[in-house]
């Protein structure tokens, strides 16, 4: 899909489809009043008949509109005005996109970008129009025997900007939506396979063939390698999986080399069965989705080495299955970290934070800025906050507050939840130095208290989105989130100044 930006008035539009906005109270947008006056008020008699309330979402297709050149205009419902947010602005901009795939457009004019949508720039909306157009096209159709016979002939999307001095900025934008759609797709395709594809040895050729296309260096290591490590935690995981453990290394130097890297870690869990703590057997089938850390990391890679963003960014992704086996882990072992610290697995279900811990010991050798682990890590956070937002706590306020302003400009949006050490003696143990679970209470927090004992070395954060990487029903499947809150993380950190390395003088 080609994105344009552009500006100028509709009547002048001699493209397939121009797209305009009205809302409930039949009051028309700037570009639909335009419309209607030039065509001698052939939209009010529309609206007058009642075709087109502007209900949110609602879609009206008119062909031949009196003294305009293009061959459709689109008018989208954008609902009440006084009600006009992001959550609506995406939704009127996805049902304009869906009804056009639908149809012979081969291209389009938007003028959605020019509502009014409170406390955002022109390059927010952009940038939002290519991410939520990318999101409404996006299919997964690699396992079916046959194509699908939808057409999808839409190639091009102008998206109309106020005035000439926004197009820059709004180009800007174009290229960052691009970017973190090309990320989320990636992110989205990892998820949606299914474990007896997407191995933790798929997930390691996916990272190595990342190095193809951008400047990525990625390192697979072995079991052998792991072992030699000492990550006793996540081999433990390992032990009861006929598929190898990976653990996979992306470093993109896109700064000078010896800056401190932001260090990414992602849970690679290509499919949790719960081990010997077997799950129940309903919806078993969405633990696939239990790599949605790692693959959103290595979709973030891909974002930000397409935007080529000078920064020192890592990605690490420990990746195994979790099932039960002779060679299992049972209710009741004791295994040792790569720290040292020994770990009482009580439930083997908790086996993303044993697999992370030691990912999280092995980014003590970069040095990290600060590191941010990713990863479908609790049920608990599905119950606190849904599908709406991902759960965020940190041993740092700045990056958590970083990461958190970074999903409100992405509206991919994060909600921080405490820290507080009150919590961590749901962890103790007599038997090791902790156990892996802290009882039904907190449990999204208890989960971040046992990740935070082995990120004392570092500013660390940590996501927890069990709730927001795939969305259940019909429309069954992967987000792609975190991704635009990473990427835009990364892209505020790019532009943040860079800290003196020696006072300098002051003038
Ligand atoms: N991958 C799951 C977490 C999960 C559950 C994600 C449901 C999405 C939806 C994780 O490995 C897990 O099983 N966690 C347990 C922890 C418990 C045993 C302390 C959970 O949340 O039930
Ligand atoms: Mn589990
Ligand atoms: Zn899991």
């Known amino acids: ?7 100028g008035a509709p009547e002048t539009q001699r493209s397939a489809c121009v797209v305009a906005g009205v809302f409930e109270s039949g009051k028309l947008s700037p570009a639909a009043e335009r419309i209607d006056q030039i065509s001698e008020g052939a939209l009010d008699k529309i609206l007058r008949r009642g075709d087109m309330q502007g209900k949110l979402g609602q879609t009206l297709l008119l062909h031949s509109v009196p003294d305009m050149p293009c061959e459709r205009v689109l008018l989208v419902g954008c609902g009440k ?3 006009f947010d992001e959550n609506n602005y995406r939704k009127a901009t996805a049902a304009a996109t869906r ?8 291209d389009m004019t938007s003028y959605l970008p020019e509502l ?15 991410e939520t157009t990318a999101e409404t096209l996006y299919r997964f159709e690699q396992l079916k025997s046959q194509a699908s016979d939808e057409r999808n002939p839409l190639g091009k999307v102008i998206l109309m900007v106020p005035g000439r001095n926004d197009v820059a900025a709004g180009q800007t934008a174009v290229e960052e939506g691009r970017a973190v759609s090309a990320g989320v797709a990636l992110a989205k395709d990892l998820g949606n396979l299914p474990g007896n594809i997407c191995t933790p ?9 990342l190095q193809d296309q951008a400047p990525i260096k990625t390192t697979v290591l072995e079991a052998a390698d792991m072992q030699a490590l000492g990550m006793g935690a996540l081999l433990s995981v390992a032990r009861g999986s006929r598929q190898p453990a ?49 693959a959103s990391v290595l979709g973030a890679l891909k974002a930000i080495a ?18 039960p086996d002779g060679n299992a882990n049972k209710p009741g072992d004791v295994v ?11 439930n083997t279900d908790a086996e993303g934070r044993l697999i992370l811990c030691d990912a999280l010991t092995y980014t003590e050798r970069f040095n990290p800025e600060a590191v941010i682990d990713v990863a479908t890590l609790t049920g608990a956070c599905v119950v606190a906050l849904g599908a709406h937002a991902s759960g965020l706590l940190g041993n740092d306020e700045t990056v958590v507050s970083e990461l958190l302003k970074a999903g409100r400009e992405a509206h991919d949006r994060a909600w921080q939840l405490p820290l507080w050490s009150d919590y961590q003696e749901q962890l103790d143990t007599n038997f090791a130095d902790m156990a892996n679970v802290g009882g039904r209470e907190a449990g999204t927090i208890t989960a971040a208290c046992f990740l935070s004992r082995y990120a004392k070395k570092f500013k660390w954060a940590h996501l927890d989105i069990a709730g927001t990487a795939w969305k259940r029903g019909k429309e069954k499947g992967a987000t792609g989130r975190p991704v635009a809150l990473l990427t835009r993380y990364l892209i505020n950190r790019a532009q943040r100044p860079k800290k003196r390395q020696q006072a300098g003088p002051t003038d």
Request: glycine share 10%.
């Open 1 to 7: 899909m080609e994105f344009l930006v552009g500006s």
């Open 81 to 83: 005005e006084t009600e």
């Open 99 to 106: 009804l056009l795939n639908d149809t012979g457009a081969t």
């Open 116 to 130: 009014e949508v409170k406390g955002r720039d022109v390059a927010w909306k952009v940038r939002l129009a290519v």
């Open 201 to 209: 040895s798929y997930l390691a050729e996916q990272a190595l063939a």
């Open 246 to 294: 990976k653990f996979i290394i992306m470093e993109y130097a896109g700064g000078r080399k010896d800056e401190a890297p932001t260090v990414l870690v992602g849970k690679g869990l290509t499919f949790d069965a719960g081990g010997i703590s077997l799950k129940p057997a309903e919806a078993m089938d969405e633990m696939k989705y239990d790599m949605c850390g790692g």
């Open 306 to 323: 397409e935007l080529k963003l000078p920064l020192h960014v890592i990605g690490v992704i420990p990746s195994s299955e979790n099932l």
């Open 336 to 346: 040792t970290s790569m720290s040292g610290q020994t770990i009482e697995i009580l």
